[in-house]
């Protein structure tokens, strides 16, 4: 029996909406990362404000003592709830529709199949075992976070280092998170979504999650030609031509596989029950579904798009820490603060500051790390001055900086 084909418009359409929507979280979040570098106070969340992953990282210490992991924003919390409620409707929908370091492997993907002229794959004894390296990665950060209740991914995750490129700290502070992203784009060139594959801890806890998800892919055994396009188009190497329902964790949801598949209503995106989905309605009902969570964040004051003042920070911990208003925390100070957040949140004048530190009233609203090497000073030095501010007014304006980092 001649098989009916499947119109091409809407494959391509499938393709380009999906594309659509990645570019633009891409691009929001480069630029998001770019303003919160190079923008003084009142900049946009940073990095460890909009990662899911980050949410994760919080939520012992958020459920065991109502406080986060220090740099970690609720929004990550609300994040990651978005990721989940979507996985167990769309399996690993985040990494395939929304995530910008998997759109950026993709990209690389896409360049490198241009340049070989096809996706290569890991050889199965090699390939196999190495998907599990997620599943230890994921185990170790949990507990490794959980138990010292600090960031200890931070170094090296090649995403924070990706939106640092702009700043000066991306070789100090981030060089290993450099290489790693480094060998991922250059690894996704021959071997598509390489990290995604092989070690992204945010790719393991949703595809362990995806199991339970309640649309997957299908495919009808009955109209199959077995042309195995389905199987040349899918990033992450799953052999859809021989299975009845896709249910791999590592299934990405990109429904690359249906948009390659020749025969009508052969491979679809729909639910045990029957009910069918095309790829756009799929990419729709994520972003969708993603966004509520969001806008609900949001409009309950959970979702941080602003990084808070310094001022603000201040009160938080004295509120947490039930530490006296006026027991400014000095270890608030960092790089990226400034000296106006500096009087701001602790009442030392501008003139005062200007008169210890060089710095003149109309740089101090650039961040200490930028202006640290032509004053000779450092984030330590503002630390001390503080503490001894804090003692004595009169006494501390003897304060001589010596620029040394701690
Ligand atoms: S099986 Fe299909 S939907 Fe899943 S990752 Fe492969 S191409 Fe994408
Ligand atoms: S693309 Fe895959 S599911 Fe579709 S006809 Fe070819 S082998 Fe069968």
Same mark, same amino acid.
């Given at each position: 029996?001649?098989?009916?084909?499947?119109?091409?418009?809407?494959?391509?359409?499938?393709?380009?909406?999906?594309?659509?929507?990645?570019?633009?979280?891409?691009?929001?979040?480069?630029?998001?990362?770019?303003?919160?570098?190079?923008?003084?106070?009142?900049?946009?969340?940073?990095?460890?404000?909009?990662?899911?992953?980050?949410?994760?990282?919080?939520?012992?210490?958020?459920?065991?003592?109502?406080?986060?992991?220090?740099?970690?924003?609720?929004?990550?919390?609300?994040?990651?709830?978005?990721?989940?409620?979507?996985?167990?409707?769309?399996?690993?929908?985040?990494?395939?529709?929304?995530?910008?370091?998997?759109?950026?492997?993709?990209?690389?993907?896409?360049?490198?199949?241009?340049?070989?002229?096809?996706?290569?794959?890991?050889?199965?004894?090699?390939?196999?075992?190495?998907?599990?390296?997620?599943?230890?990665?994921?185990?170790?950060?949990?507990?490794?976070?959980?138990?010292?209740?600090?960031?200890?991914?931070?170094?090296?995750?090649?995403?924070?280092?990706?939106?640092?490129?702009?700043?000066?700290? *991306?070789?100090?502070?981030?060089?290993?998170?450099?290489?790693?992203?480094?060998?991922?784009? *250059?690894?996704?060139?021959?071997?598509?979504?390489?990290?995604?594959?092989?070690?992204?801890?945010?790719?393991?806890?949703?595809?362990?999650?995806?199991?339970?998800?309640?649309?997957?892919?299908?495919?009808?055994?009955?109209?199959?030609?077995?042309?195995?396009?389905?199987?040349?188009?899918?990033?992450?190497?799953?052999?859809?031509?021989?299975?009845?329902?896709?249910?791999?964790?590592?299934?990405?949801?990109?429904?690359?596989?249906?948009?390659?598949?020749?025969?009508?209503?052969?491979?679809?995106?729909?639910?045990?029950?029957?009910?069918?989905?095309?790829?756009?309605?799929?990419?729709?009902?994520?972003?969708?579904?993603?966004?509520?969570?969001?806008?609900?964040?949001?409009?309950?004051?959970?979702?941080?798009?602003?990084?808070?003042?310094?001022?603000?920070?201040?009160?938080?911990?004295?509120?947490?820490?039930?530490?006296?208003?006026?027991?400014?925390?000095?270890?608030?100070?960092?790089?990226?603060?400034?000296?106006?957040?500096?009087?701001?949140?602790?009442?030392?004048?501008?003139?005062?500051?200007?008169?210890?530190?060089?710095?003149?009233?109309?740089?101090?609203?650039?961040?200490?790390?930028?202006?640290?090497?032509?004053?000779?000073?450092?984030?330590?030095?503002?630390?001390?001055?503080?503490?001894?501010?804090?003692?004595?007014? *009169?006494?501390?304006?003897?304060?001589?900086?010596?620029?040394?980092?701690?």
């Amino acid at each position: 029996m001649a098989q009916e084909l499947a119109p091409k418009a809407p494959r391509k359409r499938a393709r380009i909406v999906r594309w659509a929507v990645l570019s633009a979280v891409l691009v929001t979040v480069t630029v998001l990362g770019y303003l919160h570098q190079v923008v003084g106070i009142g900049k946009p969340a940073g990095v460890d404000a909009l990662c899911p992953f980050g949410g994760l990282e919080t939520l012992y210490a958020l459920f065991s003592s109502g406080t986060l992991v220090k740099q970690i924003a609720m929004s990550s919390v609300v994040l990651l709830l978005a990721t989940l409620v979507v996985a167990l409707v769309f399996r690993r929908s985040f990494c395939g529709q929304i995530c910008p370091l998997g759109f950026l492997q993709e990209l690389f993907g896409g360049i490198g199949r241009r340049v070989f002229g096809r996706r290569f794959a890991l050889p199965g004894w090699l390939d196999r075992p190495a998907r599990y390296l997620k599943y230890v990665v994921l185990a170790v950060l949990i507990y490794l976070t959980w138990t010292t209740v600090s960031l200890v991914v931070r170094p090296y995750d090649p995403w924070v280092a990706y939106q640092h490129l702009t700043s000066a700290e *991306v070789f100090t502070d981030f060089g290993i998170g450099l290489a790693i992203l480094g060998i991922s784009l *250059v690894g996704s060139l021959l071997y598509d979504r390489f990290f995604c594959k092989y070690l992204c801890p945010m790719g393991a806890t949703l595809g362990l999650i995806s199991r339970l998800s309640v649309f997957k892919v299908r495919r009808s055994e009955a109209t199959c030609i077995d042309c195995k396009a389905c199987d040349t188009a899918c990033p992450v190497n799953l052999r859809v031509s021989e299975t009845a329902v896709v249910n791999s964790p590592e299934c990405i949801n990109c429904n690359e596989c249906v948009a390659a598949c020749p025969v009508k209503d052969t491979l679809t995106v729909s639910s045990r029950s029957g009910n069918v989905l095309s790829p756009i309605a799929v990419t729709g009902a994520v972003v969708a579904l993603f966004g509520l969570v969001v806008a609900i964040g949001t409009f309950t004051g959970n979702f941080d798009w602003q990084v808070p003042s310094l001022a603000t920070e201040a009160a938080q911990n004295a509120a947490t820490s039930g530490a006296p208003a006026e027991a400014f925390d000095v270890t608030l100070i960092k790089g990226r603060t400034t000296l106006t957040e500096v009087t701001d949140a602790t009442g030392i004048p501008a003139q005062t500051i200007e008169q210890v530190f060089g710095v003149p009233a109309n740089e101090q609203s650039k961040a200490i790390k930028d202006t640290k090497d032509v004053y000779g000073y450092s984030p330590g030095d503002v630390r001390t001055f503080i503490e001894l501010y804090r003692d004595d007014p *009169v006494a501390a304006l003897a304060f001589i900086p010596t620029g040394a980092e701690e």
